[in-house]
């Protein structure tokens, strides 16, 4: 844990169970695309199920492309399955913003900091979400693997965010997210906070594990604790004042 405080700059947020409500859409997208696709083999699903829980966050062509046993043909097509599901589940579902993700993005901006929404989604199913929420003006960047390199736990989204953004060092750049690959790859990257939510995929012990600064039940409590945090005077929120 780096011993400063420094004015945060740019806010980076995981989507689904974070900023997204994801009532287990994700899982059952999943469950699909294996069935229609047989990319499991003969791994039994449990087993499967305990690997997506695990890696929640990460980029699903990894994921299959792992439990394909190294196939990337298969996974490529039961990525495409995938995202044919959430597709079809989101639309007759819909999908909510998490209770407070709105205000902490408005709030945020309002006060000079950027916002960056970063996802294990491919470009067409994250676009998709963001559509329907209607929160392509709502943030300043959005990011998925196929944007970047490499997907969670590597430090690529967080990076590039920082660079498109124009942020002035990894130090004031925040990372938020509800599983042990967003809290690694804050870390990989060198921010200056790292917080994890408990509101999606991962509790509180997994999240400190994987190198969480900071653990909060959700983003409306991040907006209430930023928020108060800042200095009078002040347009940016000084970091420190979150770290366990």
Excluded at 147 to 156: N, S
Excluded at 167 to 196: N, P, W, Y
Excluded at 218 to 234: C, F, K, T, W, Y
């Amino acid at each position: 844990m780096n011993d400063f405080s420094r004015p945060l700059e740019l806010l980076v947020c995981d989507m689904a169970g974070t900023t997204v409500r994801d009532d287990g859409v994700v899982e059952r997208a999943f469950f699909r695309a294996a069935e229609a696709t047989a990319v499991l083999g003969s791994t039994p699903w449990d087993e499967a199920l305990d690997y997506v829980r695990e890696t929640m966050g990460q980029s699903k062509l990894d994921v299959f492309t792992h439990l394909a046993g190294g196939d990337t043909a298969k996974a490529a097509g039961a990525t495409v399955e995938f995202e044919r599901a959430y597709a079809d589940l989101i639309a007759n579902g819909g999908v909510e913003a998490m209770p407070g993700a709105e205000a902490l993005f408005d709030w945020a901006r309002s006060v000079g900091v950027k916002v960056a929404l970063t996802t294990g989604f491919s470009p067409k199913t994250r676009d998709a979400i963001l559509d329907d929420l209607g929160w392509q003006s709502k943030v300043d960047l959005v990011l998925s693997p196929a944007d970047v390199g490499r997907g969670r736990p590597a430090p690529d989204l967080v990076l590039t965010a920082l660079i498109r953004s124009e942020t002035s060092s990894v130090e004031c750049v925040a990372v938020v997210g509800d599983t042990a690959s967003d809290m690694e790859s804050g870390r990989r990257a060198g921010a200056g906070l790292v917080v994890g939510v408990t509101s999606g995929a991962h509790d509180r012990d997994t999240l400190t594990a994987a190198g969480a600064d900071a653990v909060l039940a959700n983003v409306s409590e991040l907006h209430s604790q930023l928020s108060s945090a800042r200095d009078v005077g002040e347009d940016l929120v000084a970091l420190e004042t979150l770290r366990a």
